[in-house]
């Protein structure tokens, strides 16, 4: 029995929501013995279930991972009929889950939560139900799903159609009948592909009204997957436990093949598989860089395009219903059930809204900008406002005052997806940060549940009474979710994962797309670190260990975690030329870098004999000489040739639209300091004396080098100045090396475990120089004279241990007047930027050095007063 209305009430927790993460929810907070309130506006429980009624409706998870695990009983108590089962047969399994558990009698249906204050005196939270209840409580917990607020259809002349109007989102119970009528359909994203081939079967006329053609792929329903069933039978804790680690939750290991470099039988093979198969884990992970490389989604999505044209007759509606205007998986792909066949009956018919717009809503039906519809009914599954609607629907206030609707209005800001700064013992389930609906959801809202109701445990514990995250450890994570977005493709679509189907919505992406393992794991990393970046108060005693979980960019980590499963031994540990072939060897493995317009080999005369150069002109217009880049390949001054840094040159010469030069130089211990220094100042002299030859500008001449060339090119750079010629109009120092100090905080932080450690820097000191000369200039340029240097642009990357070397370098040529732009790789190595093609998070510090580079130089400034000017 629900309450009567204007109650005063004490809880422990009130849950918002009675669908699969509000039942389970309640459970475990039952199970921790504390007092717990559920409401949920609807009339029962279910959430998405209870609400999406439609015929067609059903779950694009197989269900025998669709389901609670937290119970092996439960589990043996159920038996799903069907591999997706329908939203009847869901329905009825969350009634048999709340009422297995009593949960019923905990929440108050039919009743919306419409405000939730927090009072900072009391440390409580009160709750204002539609009912005009007011509830006291000290945990606030929303559970009202990601995809819960129905978009208010933006179509001008909604409302008048005489006609019955019907919305996916919100079905009548009693079901609908559409024999013998005329339906619009609008929509075509998962509810529209569900229900659209049911209505068929009814309508005397269909009309689709189609703005954005969708993949999809068919589901193959029919029995729940023998191997699948098999598998649980026989180690039912392994298969959940491997779901749990999994990337969407679903037990399957990662492709390593690539889309671009694989043949075409591959492709094929592994595609026509994962159609077969007809689940979001197969077409999800046909090849590893699907979701990366535009490329190689091009190449998927145009064998599922073929698969269009192959099932609709009509050739021009088979065109309007292939996706072209965004990457697979930008938007959500859908599992059908004949779908793309319905447009094969001759009563159905597909409306291109791109080709004729809708104008207006009618009264007896749709006018488009080329035809007028006549309608009995009109259905729309134009989809929600997504993982932030529903939280921002009612009115959550925080401490001083603060709504969450003002808190969020550029965008949700969360930390783990679970809590916002400003919003104590305020938790979400599945929000906005964390993997949701980019993964089962069933996994996900288990592992939340189970963090909510870990962290409460520990609390009541320690005798704290309240949690909050800090400004610090949200806005790292906020900044590690768009990372791990911004790698991907997922940006490039207007879809709702970006906010982007809501009018005047912050377009902003929603989900966190690294994974439920990475993303369980830094749960737990965050406990393990003592509730790294939460602030905890009580009178047990206050406490905040602030910081950062992940600040890493997430391909930067993906790399170091590939490097460390092949065990290949530390450089320091191998004699020179050992070091030398396997540096050559795993630069071998790399992708090529971009095209350029011309690459050409030759030779230049140093002081100790010829030194090779590659040089490298850009493609297009204009034709004629460039500003030219003196180049110099990282290696502590040991590894390295013209073949290393060859990716890197390419992507300078491309962005930079300049000729980039990159010259090799003796290498220790063969030659040791000064040899390196002297042949980079030598190679310049040269470059800027045949500058015309080369294709260069006389005049505007730039170096550059990664690392240890960095370090030679700024020396080259002091000696230039020295020697009062020649001109060098700027210098890029990657992570230079600029001095022989390792005890910089820059070491500690980032010594071992980034490639470059301290054992290796040292290694590559004791090949390059006697420790007596470690202080000359010409070895630790920072100890020089810096004033009349050229103007500086220096990469310092976060996780490097000449990060702070760097700095200081910026800041004493800044002291010295030299303009210095510095440039910070964050989340990066002192290998990462330069690895193009691997690292994406790169790209963004590589147009930063192309921008300085540009800007060392006049722009079109014309050869003749280059020439006069030399
Ligand atoms: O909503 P959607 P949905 N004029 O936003 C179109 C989950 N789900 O309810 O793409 C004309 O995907 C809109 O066009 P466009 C699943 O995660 C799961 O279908 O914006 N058209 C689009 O075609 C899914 O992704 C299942 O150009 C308009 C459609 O309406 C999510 O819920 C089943 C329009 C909306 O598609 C949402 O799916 C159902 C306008 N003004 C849903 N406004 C399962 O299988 C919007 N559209 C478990």
Redesign the pocket.
Known sequence: MNKPASVSDQFDAVVVGAGFSGLYMLYRLRQLGLSVKGFDSAGDVGGTWYW?RYPG?????ATPDYTFSFDPELENEWTWSEKYATQPEILDYLRFVADRYGLRSDIQFSTTVTSARWDEQEKRWTITTGHGQEIRCRYYIMATGC?SMP?S???EGAGRFAGQVYF??RWPHEGVDFTGQRVAV?????????VIPLIARQASQLTV????P?FSIPAHNGPAPADRLRQLDEDRDGYRHDARWSRIGVPNEPTDVLGVTASEAVRRERFEAAWEQGELAGIVNVFADQLFNPASNDILAEMIREKIRSIVTDPETAETLCPKDHYFGT??P??DTGYFDTYNLPHVRLVD?RKQP?VSITEDGIETADESFGFDAIVY????D?MTGALVAADVTGRDGLSLKEKWAAGPSTYLGLMTAGFPNFFMLTGPGSPS?LSNMAVSIEQHVDWVAGCLKDMREEGLDTIEPTELAESGWNQHVQDCGAITLMPTA?S?YMGA?VPGKPRVFLPYIGGVDAYRQACDDVVGQGYLGFRMTGPGADRCRDGVIRSMQPDVAMVLEFLAAMGLPPMDTLPADDARALMAATAAARPPGPEVGEVTDGVIPGPAGDLPYRLYRPAGPPEGPRPLVVYFHGGGWVLGNLDSDDPLCRDLCERSGAVVVSVNYRHAPEARFPAAALDAFAAVQWAAANALELGGIPGQLAVAGWSAGANIATVACQLARDAEGPHISGQVLICPVVDSDMTRLSYQENGDGYILTTALMRWFWDHYTDPADRGEPRAAPLRGDLHGLPSTCIVAADFDPLRDEGVAYAHALEAAGVPVRLARARGHTHTSVTMVGTVISGAPVRAEIAEALRNFFPSAEPLEHALQRS
Do not use: E, H, M
């Open positions: 999406n409706a059903r779950c694009d998870i995809l978009k259809p933006d179509i996916t989102s609008i929509g075509t994203g998962s509810s529209g592909i569900q009204f189609q703005r954005t969708n938007k959500r859908c599992l809204l809708i599954a134009t989809g929600f997504a609906v207007n709702w189907n």
